[in-house]
């Protein structure tokens, strides 16, 4: 099939596949505590970057992180920004990191806003790429996602324990399996594909 007439390939499939992502994994597995409440009001900005190459998407995190830095609270609170044509390898989706911590401080954002890492091929230092619990940071596309210090520090007086949150998120993947987090992606691509046969 022609890449362009296929309908997995557009930026309305990659926004609906992740947003099925954000519901099932990261607030269905309760992977972030603290996420449900600004999806749930409408307050996650959803940004498919149709970006081919890293200074393209540079050029976009900068205009987003404008955009948050400025917009209300009560209508952004955080950003995800989906890259669907750049930086699939994570390796280099790793080093693109330290251009988007210096773009924050370049912009003057340090200690306003940061940046936090979702790859589908998401690898913590230290273990095996097959290891599930890497699926605690594994995105259905290659997502930066921006977030506001306040909004941070404000969970974790709700959530002390933010040490935790991680030590669940090992023991709910771990508990899961590669079998479980394979059917939870099948599960997001046909919420996707739903999503694209509705009128």
């Known amino acids: 099939m022609n890449a362009a007439a296929d309908p997995e390939n557009t930026a309305a499939f990659a926004e609906a596949q992740t947003r099925a992502w954000v519901n099932r994994a990261v607030i269905g597995l309760n992977l972030c505590p603290f996420a449900k409440a600004p999806q749930v009001k409408g307050l996650v900005r959803y940004v498919v970057s149709p970006a081919t190459e890293p200074e393209a998407l540079l050029a976009t995190l900068c205009d987003e992180l404008r955009l948050l830095a400025e917009a209300d609270l009560e209508r952004v609170e955080t950003t995800l920004i989906v890259h669907p044509g750049v930086l699939n390898d994570f390796e280099d989706y790793n080093d693109f990191l330290g251009t988007a911590?210096?773009?924050?401080?370049?912009?003057?954002?340090?200690?306003?806003?940061?940046?936090?890492?979702?790859?589908p091929d998401y690898q913590f230092a230290g273990t095996a790429i097959g290891d599930v619990t890497?699926?605690?940071?594994?995105?259905?596309?290659?997502?930066?996602?921006?977030?506001?210090?306040e909004s941070i520090e404000r969970a974790v007086a709700a959530f002390p324990d933010a040490s935790a949150i991680f030590e669940t998120n090992m023991a709910t993947l771990e508990s899961l399996g590669a079998a479980g987090w394979a059917e939870l992606q099948a599960q997001c691509r046909r919420d996707a594909q739903?999503?694209?046969?509705?009128p």
């Open 101 to 119: 911590e210096a773009a924050v401080a370049m912009l003057g954002y340090d200690g306003l806003l940061q940046v936090a890492s979702f790859h």
């Open 134 to 149: 890497n699926a605690s940071n594994r995105s259905p596309y290659p997502t930066l996602h921006l977030l506001r210090e």
């Open 194 to 198: 739903g999503d694209q046969a509705a």
